[in-house]
């Protein structure tokens, strides 16, 4: 059973994660897994699951053996088990060569023993480092058969899982991007790197360069194009491939709540070769730097030495890849390229520090295509066992005059499949990890400007200026109370101010009462004789004047009122006089602003344009900014959301890929 598999997909894998969160118990949860990787590797046969339980078993008490023997026996102890994991993998590895074996033994492999070797091997030498054993053989087990890195890795260390064994917790975070990656893995595989494996051999036919005499054959059946998008497609299709596994191990692993080692890491974006196998399976070119390169001394040797330990590295690489010869050569063809780096690797430096001026980006393309290009024929090593189709090959890549350029067939097969390639080109860079990059880097300004909203809401370190208390109801002065402060209130002049204000209030009542006066009928009882003497005339009616002082004073009134009538004639004829000079001068601003308008309009014609590009620059810059905002605010849920229909539309297009009801077709054909 394979994660690209139907069975697994739609059956294993939602059943396992029903009973994986069925309950909350980590004990629970172990016991889950663990049962789940045995029956995982129960569809590979009794046999697979019997070695590795001899496999775990043996390294488990091996293990503790280091933990508690001295330093005379913990040396033995290691290359006795060290014999006991190695032994059985090379037997298996090179049993097809063995003639003495019967049919049904050659060429067998248990599932996964070249993964699960290397990981009991790393176990064993950090034991034998001083670091602790495991004692618990239920944990062990766990790291043993854990069914996501049991058949393309990573090659995990058990220092890597061993505290997640027994202390994780669940996390809505890890289980979005986990189920993410374990989707866009297995769209990966199905629409890419299987797509990519047909066309490698639709373009060219592998059996056609097992003839031998193809190299006198005066005109071969296919073009170098051909030749040469069988190359590519099968460069890409080895790394779509076996990142596209890791990708759905990891997804996996994420989902439970194990953290598992990233393996690849655009490693088509690299620059030279040993860039490149710092980005190509990460996990067993660090196995073999730890664990054989730098126990032999590494690069604190002298350079011969350092010569003897790469070249047993990249044979023991060819020889983990696979039996045969041609991936002995592979591993070699590497040394060859990394030993010539690091013969060359004052001029690297200097390429380096060269980057920064006006050559930068030509060095870089170059250090680019040199890559590229040692790497597309080592994966023609890679990919022909056979020593005859391996020499065919390579002879029509040197251009013979017999080959033809292109052929219409071969351009037909591009014109399809151009959307095809073009996706996998993507997806074999740096893409997704750049937007992942970017995202990341929005995230973290959503975070940050959240909480800086949340700062400033809460007032400086978090306290708000205590308000004070609203004045008493029923005062009159509030302002007055405001001002002076506690310290000054018994003063003579506060005192004299309280007494003023008592007078005022009292003269307002007094004011406010005076229609008792006009309701009086009885004014002599509100102004005695006795106090107003000079009113007791006018009250009691006596005194009147006399008819001459009435007529003497009505003439002068008379004269009074006639003066005062020319007056006001002459008042209204200057008002009018006035009146007409504003008239005038109205009339004259009007006439100036009728004239300033025509003006402005005259100028506005002239800048109408710029007024509007200003204007539509304006509102482009308003709407970036609200979207940019926008996303600031919400950058954490439409990441999630984002990732969880991203993580649905590939499992939902796997699914049709896996039924046999594909579209991609389709698609390509569109293009």
């Known amino acids: 059973m394979q994660f690209s598999q139907m069975i697994f997909v739609a059956g294993f894998l939602p ?27 129960l569809f590979q046969g009794l046999l697979a ?26 040396k033995k102890i290691f290359f006795l088990s060290l014999a006991g994991i190695i032994l059985p993998l090379a037997f298996f590895k090179y049993s097809a060569a063995l003639p003495f074996l019967p049919k049904m033994v050659k060429g067998w492999m248990p599932f996964g023993i070249s993964f699960y070797s290397f990981r009991f091997i790393a176990y064993l030498y950090d034991c034998y480092q001083g670091k602790e054993a495991e004692q618990d053989i239920f944990s062990f087990s766990l790291f043993a058969f854990a069914f996501p890195v049991l058949s393309q890795g990573p090659i995990l260390r058990y220092s890597e899982m061993r505290e997640e064994i027994k ?19 297995l769209w990966k595989k199905l629409a890419l790197a299987d797509a990519l494996g047909s066309l490698s051999v639709e373009v060219l036919s592998l059996d056609s360069l097992k003839n031998a005499s193809m190299l006198q054959s005066s005109s071969p059946s296919f073009s170098f194009l051909a030749v040469f998008l069988s190359g590519i497609s099968y460069m890409l299709q080895i790394f779509l491939d076996f990142s596209a596994y890791t990708d759905m191990a990891i997804g996996i692993g994420e989902i439970c709540g194990f953290t598992l080692p990233e393996n690849f890491q655009a490693p088509y974006s690299a620059r030279s070769i040993r860039d490149f196998w710092r980005r190509w399976h990460i996990s067993l070119s660090m196995f073999f730097r730890d664990y054989v390169y730098i126990p032999l001394g590494g690069n604190r040797v002298p350079f011969p030495l350092q010569v003897r330990n790469l070249l047993l590295i990249w044979i023991l690489t060819g020889i983990w890849h696979g039996s045969t010869a041609n991936f002995i050569l592979w591993g070699l063809y590497f040394f060859v390229f990394i030993l010539l780096e690091l ?30 290009v040692v790497l597309y024929f080592s994966w023609i090593l890679f990919r022909f066992s056979d020593f005859q189709s391996l020499k065919n090959i390579l002879w029509l890549h040197t251009l013979p005059k017999s080959l033809a350029l292109v052929d219409g ?17 993507l997806f074999s860079g740096n893409f997704l990890s750049s937007l992942e990059e970017e995202w990341q880097k929005l995230l973290f300004r959503g975070k940050s400007r959240l909480a800086r909203k949340k700062r400033a809401s809460l007032g400086f370190y978090g306290m708000e200026d205590a308000e004070e208390d609203s004045p008493e109801a029923g005062t009159d002065f509030p302002e007055a109370e405001k001002d002076y402060p506690e310290s000054v ?10 007494a003023g204000k008592a007078a005022l209030k009292g003269v307002q009542e007094a004011t406010a009462d005076e229609s008792i006066f006009a309701a009086s009928s009885d004014r002599k009882d509100l102004f005695p004789e006795e106090k107003y003497p000079m009113l007791k005339l006018s009250l009691d009616g006596e005194g009147a004047p006399r ?33 007409s000079e504003v008239k005038a001068e109205a009339k004259i601003e009007s006439e100036e602003l009728l004239r300033e308008e025509k003006m402005e309009a005259e100028l506005s014609q002239e800048n109408q344009e710029d007024l509007l590009r200003h204007e539509k620059i304006l509102r482009r810059i308003q709407r970036r900014t609200k979207l940019n905002i926008f996303f600031l605010d919400h950058a954490e849920q439409l990441y999630f959301w984002g990732k969880l229909l991203a993580a649905i539309a590939f499992l939902l297009l796997s699914f049709a890929l896996m039924a046999g009801q594909s579209y991609m077709p389709f698609l390509y054909n569109q293009f």
């Open 15 to 41: 059943l396992f994660l029903l009973l994986y969160f069925g309950k909350k118990e980590l004990a629970w949860k172990n016991a889950v897994f663990f049962l789940a990787s045995c029956f995982f590797l």
């Open 49 to 74: 699951v019997a070695f590795l339980c001899v496999f775990t078993l043996f390294a488990f008490f091996m293990g503790k053996a280091l933990g508690q023997a001295g330093e005379e026996k913990k």
């Open 167 to 185: 202390n994780r917790a669940f996390s809505y975070e890890a289980f979005s991007h986990g189920l993410f990656r374990f989707t866009f893995g």
């Open 343 to 372: 013969c060359c690797k004052k001029l690297w430096k200097r390429m380096k520090k060269s980057e920064e001026g006006n050559f930068s980006f030509v060095l870089r393309c170059l250090q680019h295509v040199y890559t590229l």
């Open 409 to 425: 067939k071969t351009l037909l097969i591009v014109k399809s499949n151009i959307f095809l390639l073009l996706v996998a080109i």
């Open 489 to 498: 209130v018994d003063t003579p002049e506060v005192t004299a101010i309280d």
């Open 547 to 579: 008819p001459e002082e009435i007529s003497g004073e009505t003439e002068v009134q008379k004269e009074e009122a006639v003066s005062l009538a020319e007056e006001v004639e002459a008042e209204a004829k200057a008002e009018e006089e006035v009146e």
